[in-house]
C-alpha cells in the first residue's frame, strides 16, 4: 500500500517551506513545510495530545495526526491509544483555525506476515497448497514461503490533481499545530471508517545537529 502526498486536498506550497529542528531521537535540521487553513482539531487537555485532521482524496479519506503537547518519545501515547479512545477523539473535532507546520518525509515499513500463527496453515504445507493456478509456468504443485507486508507514505507539499493553484486560507487567531517532535500518523477511509494504515514519525532524515537529551 501506497500514500503519497499528491493526496492532498490543499497542497503546502514549495514556497512555504523553510529549514527548523525536528527533535526526534536524534535532532535533525530538516524541510519544514507550513500552511494555515481550516482544519478538523481538536485538543485533549487531560492525555495532553493534539489531534489534527487533514482531507485526502477530495475528502474520501483522512490523515489523522496525533501530536504529544510536549518533546517525547511515543511509548506514553502508543500505549494510551485505544480504537474507543480514538473514535472518542474523532467526534470531539471541529472545523477550527489553524496553522499547521509539518516535516518533509518519507515513511516506509516492510513487515513480514506471520499468518500461520493465525491458523492460516495449510497455504504454507507443500503438500496441501496448490496455487499453480497463479502461473503458467509451473509444473507441479505451489506453495507460500512468506507474505511480505510494504507500506510506504510520503509527507511533501504537493497536492492533487487540479488543487495546486488554491491560495492559502486566510484564518484569524489560528491554533498552531507545530509538529516539530514524534507524532503518530493514521489513514482512515470516511465512508467506511478503517484504518488504512498507522505508523510514527520519531525521525526524521536531516542534518545531524547533536544527540538528544
Known amino acids: 500500500m501506497s500514500v503519497c502526498s499528491g493526496l492532498w486536498e490543499r497542497e503546502l506550497s514549495e514556497e512555504s517551506t523553510d529549514r527548523r529542528t525536528f527533535l526526534g531521537k536524534k535532532y535533525t535540521k530538516v524541510v519544514m513545510m507550513h500552511r494555515a487553513g481550516l482544519y478538523r482539531f481538536h485538543e485533549d487537555v487531560d492525555n ?9 482524496w477530495g475528502g ?3 490523515l489523522m495526526l496525533l501530536l504529544p503537547f510536549h518533546v ?43 499468518l500461520a500463527a493465525l491458523g492460516l496453515t495449510d497455504a504454507w504445507d507443500q503438500k496441501v497448497a496448490d496455487f499453480s493456478g497463479m502461473s503458467d509456468q509451473s509444473k507441479g504443485k505451489l506453495h507460500l514461503g512468506g507474505v511480505l507486508h510494504w507500506a510506504s507514505l510520503e509527507l511533501g ?10 491560495e492559502e486560507e486566510n484564518v484569524e487567531q489560528p491554533k498552531m499545530f507545530y509538529a516539530d517532535h ?32
Open 72 to 114: 517525547e518519545n511515543l511509548a506514553r501515547l502508543d500505549k494510551l491509544l485505544t480504537l474507543e479512545l480514538l473514535s472518542k477523539w474523532l467526534k470531539r473535532t471541529a472545523v477550527t483555525s489553524a496553522a499547521v507546520s509539518l516535516p518533509k518525509a518519507n515513511i516506509t515499513s516492510a513487515l513480514s506476515l506471520q
Open 182 to 213: 514524534p507524532f503518530i500518523i493514521l489513514v482512515r477511509d470516511n465512508a467506511t471508517g478503517a484504518l488504512l494504515l498507522m505508523g510514527a514519525l520519531d525521525h526524521a532524515e536531516g542534518e545531524l545537529l547533536h544527540d538528544e537529551l
Open 60 to 62: 474520501k479519506a483522512s
Open 48 to 56: 495532553m495530545v493534539q489531534v489534527l485532521e487533514v482531507p485526502l
Open 157 to 166: 507539499p504537493k497536492a492533487g490533481k487540479g488543487e495546486a493553484d488554491l
